[in-house]
């Protein structure tokens, strides 16, 4: 069990009220909160630093020593090999672009990728632009019952010509976890590159890029407890053969422009404050990870102790949801099969668009999300687009038990009428 009470402690937004109720974020799927360490992290650069790089003079010094230390920190948190495998960006969705255009200038017609109905956007249309180049684009359907990925018809479009596959590590609609290993492991064999969305499950477990043989991933800092900030990784031989755009004198090849320094400030205090809570909550999960010391293990022994934390919580939201007359939840619920999903729940209520449900809920101090979440296809596949969707709920490891009891509570009465 995780130690709630100093966890929570270290955000301030929660002692948040609305109407006299107490805020209940469970919105974390669409950014979650952060903690004060990274607020001052944040402050602290603006105060210190706030300066431009690679300058002879002691605020740009410290610039350049805080870069290097935020790139060693997601090395540590993805564990890679090296900061030259890392690139900070604006956001997941422009480092794709920026990929997909490098990739593009490299196919030739006739070439194709593979894509998913399950995935954002993000990880969709920047591949299927490529089709101007030539490329034939394959989008993989799901199993609309549990939203599982078809995977007998993702190997059926694996061949010699495959260069790019697509894909996210969990959907951040319904939480639908991948199995992104397996995933790699087949596109190697025919010899393409794999992309992965790791942005909604990053809070959730951990993640190694050495163990997946991962070619490329990106995240976005934001959804795992830092700011507005994107990381892309990728093996260092994929990226020095790929043709980045990027200005003549810039050095680091997937890194457009002066970055966000503050924010990187922020992203190195976000992956440090998970590293702590490793090293004070995550003694139980050290022997998991034998090949792994300092913060490379508190990285993984704490996703491991959020995981274990998480999985039970969200089987209490399940439980509760399933007996609200007339709720649809999307997904997995199958209880022996959770591990194939992140905390995020996904329902439909008959009667009730997903914006009056969230509406009503907000009012009461839920935060919840209605919608498509830029997962459209989906969403499309599922007969939900024209009706608004769904409504999501996501938990993360500052969470409660209590939260959950009151939030089903709550909307219960919304969906008899009651509010």
């Known amino acids: 069990m995780l130690d709630l009470d100093s966890i929570r402690k270290q955000f301030p937004s929660l002692e948040r009220t609305v109407n006299n109720h107490p805020a209940v974020f469970f919105d974390g799927p669409g950014g979650t909160q952060i903690p004060r360490q990274v607020m001052d992290a944040v402050a602290h650069y603006y105060m210190a630093m706030n300066c431009n790089i690679e300058g002879t003079f002691v605020t740009s010094e410290d610039t350049d020593r805080m870069l290097i230390e935020a790139d060693q920190a997601m090395v540590d948190f993805l564990n890679a090999r090296s900061i030259d495998e890392i ?12 990929v997909s255009r490098a990739i593009g200038k490299t196919l030739q017609p006739g070439d194709e990728l593979v894509v998913t109905v399950l995935d954002h956007e993000a990880n969709v249309s920047p591949w299927q632009a490529l089709e101007e180049h030539g490329a034939k684009v394959h989008c993989i359907d799901i199993h609309p019952e549990d939203c599982t990925l078809d995977m007998e018809e993702l190997e059926s479009k694996l061949n010699s010509r495959t260069k790019v596959v697509a894909i996210g590590y969990a ?12 995933v790699i492991e087949k596109a190697h064999q025919v010899g393409a590159l ?28 934001y959804k795992f407890f830092g700011p507005h900030v994107g990381v892309l990784y990728g093996k260092q031989e ?3 053969r790929l043709p980045a755009y990027k200005i003549r004198p810039a050095k680091p090849r997937f890194e457009i422009g002066t970055q966000n320094h503050e924010g990187i400030a922020g992203s190195l205090a976000a992956v440090e404050y998970l590293a702590e809570l490793g090293r ?20 993984k022994t704490c996703l491991s102790a959020i995981e274990s934390y998480e999985r039970p919580l969200f089987q209490r939201l399940l439980d509760g949801l399933e007996q609200i007359k007339g ?47 830029y997962a459209q296809a989906l969403i499309e596949r ?10 999501r709920l996501g938990l993360v490891h500052y969470n ?14 919304v969906v008899r009428g009651q509010a």
């Open 87 to 98: 690139a900070f960006g604006l956001n997941m969705t422009t480092h794709t672009y920026n």
């Open 171 to 182: 959907s951040n609609a319904v939480g639908t976890v991948n199995p992104v290993g397996e």
């Open 194 to 221: 794999v992309y992965v969305d790791a942005v909604h499950y990053a809070p959730h477990g951990p993640i190694d890029v050495q163990a997946l043989d991962c070619d490329l991933m990106a995240l976005s800092v």
């Open 238 to 240: 994929v990226l020095e």
């Open 280 to 299: 004070r909550q995550g003694g139980a999960y050290r022997d998991r990870y034998p090949q792994l010391e300092g913060r490379r293990l508190h990285l």
């Open 327 to 373: 709720l649809k939840m999307w997904g997995v619920t199958d209880r022996d099969r959770l591990h194939c999903r992140t905390p995020t729940a996904a329902f439909t209520v008959p009667g009730f668009s997903p914006r009056e449900i969230t509406a009503e809920m907000g009012k009461k101090g839920f935060f919840l999300w209605e919608g498509d979440f």
């Open 382 to 391: 599922l007969g939900l687009y024209e009706s608004g969707g769904v409504v």
């Open 400 to 413: 409660t038990a209590e939260e959950v009891d009151r939030c089903l509570s709550a909307l219960e009465a």
